[in-house]
């Protein structure tokens, strides 16, 4: 962990301005700097979302056509004809670009909240169905998830969709990460010094790692590793765990795993003034590009 520490000496004199000792004081800056990193990525968030809710639209129409017409052309192709392939290309094509513009266009809307009293256990079980599925669809072997569920709270205050999304993420990164298998732990517990302020959940696995050079880009829109990746992933994460008020951290080793820690605190008021924004009909609308 790096604290960010200022220090200023001051000499101690006595009567006759003879030097007889000094007062070294340190301030720890961590906090401060902290919030300067987040308030930086806020700017270049919100720039970000400017420019991809305008161009996602663009895109997205000429797209549909694209793929509409070469599925018009494939059906006239016979099996055995090599163009047949060419004409899948490109709807597989379009349809990469599709998701990435939708990723875009999540990541860049402004994320309306719709509380819920909810379940955590059963929020990740939603998430895990879905990871289930991915698993089966795509013929992953040797993978296994562990439920390690050690607290659950009725009326936990949330919108469990964003969460189950925000989990969803993180364990499909967590099953990209071992290719030749491995094991992955969803774990929940309380976190807080004296008393527990709240839900920590967990996900942990036995995969590559990340490179120490490159653990401070990964919650950076567009930042990925893999070859078809968007690099959207964990900026959602992100945005949704921060609209909770929450916090996100990670811990990594090359080539013996990852674990991503999500702390959502129970007695949160989500208070209007953090985000700039006001109840609405139950819903809460989080600041345009947080
Ligand atoms: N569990 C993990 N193990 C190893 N590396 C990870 C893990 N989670 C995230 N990463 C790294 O962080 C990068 C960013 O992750 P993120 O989910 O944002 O994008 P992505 O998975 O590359 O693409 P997508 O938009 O499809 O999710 C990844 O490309 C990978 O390098
Ligand atoms: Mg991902």
């Known amino acids: 962990m790096v604290k960010w520490v200022e220090s200023s000496v001051s000499l101690i004199k006595d009567t006759n301005e003879k030097t007889i000792g000094a007062v070294e004081v340190f301030r ?31 895109i997205r129409n000429p797209l549909n056509g694209i793929e509409g017409f070469s599925a018009l052309l494939g059906r006239d192709l016979d099996e055995s004809d090599p163009r047949k392939k060419l004409v899948k290309n490109i709807i597989h094509g379009t349809k990469n670009l599709n ?23 059963e929020i990740l079980d939603k998430a895990l169905f879905f ?8 013929g992953i072997q040797n993978v296994t998830i562990r439920k390690e569920y050690g607290l659950d709270m009725d009326g936990l205050k949330c919108d469990p969709e964003k969460l189950q999304q925000a989990f969803l ?6 099953i990209q990460s071992m ?31 990340i490179k120490n ?3 401070q880009k990964i919650f950076d829109p567009f930042f990925t590793t893999k070859q078809d990746g968007t690099g959207l992933g964990l900026a959602i994460v992100n945005k949704i765990v921060e609209a909770h008020n929450g916090k996100i951290s ?8 990852t674990a991503f820690y999500v702390n959502l605190p129970v007695n949160c008021d989500y208070e209007c003034e953090t985000f700039g924004s006001r109840w609405e009909n139950n819903e809460f609308l989080v600041s345009q590009y947080l």
């Open 28 to 58: 720890d800056l961590s906090e401060i700097r902290e919030l300067e990193t987040r308030l930086r990525s806020a700017d270049k968030l919100a720039a970000l979302g400017a420019m991809a809710a305008s161009i996602a639209h663009e």
């Open 99 to 121: 998701k990435t513009i939708t990723e875009l266009l999540v990541f860049a809307r402004p994320l309306r909240l719709n509380f819920k009293n909810s379940s955590i256990s």
């Open 131 to 138: 990871v289930t599925e991915e698993i089966k669809q795509k």
């Open 169 to 174: 993420n993180l364990c499909l990164n967590a």
């Open 179 to 209: 290719p030749s298998g491995g094991n992955v732990v969803v774990f929940t517990r309380s976190y807080g010094n004296d008393e527990p302020e709240g839900i920590q959940v967990g996900i942990r696995d036995t995969g590559i790692g």
């Open 213 to 215: 050079e490159v653990i």
């Open 250 to 257: 990670v811990e990594s080793q090359e080539n013996k795993g």
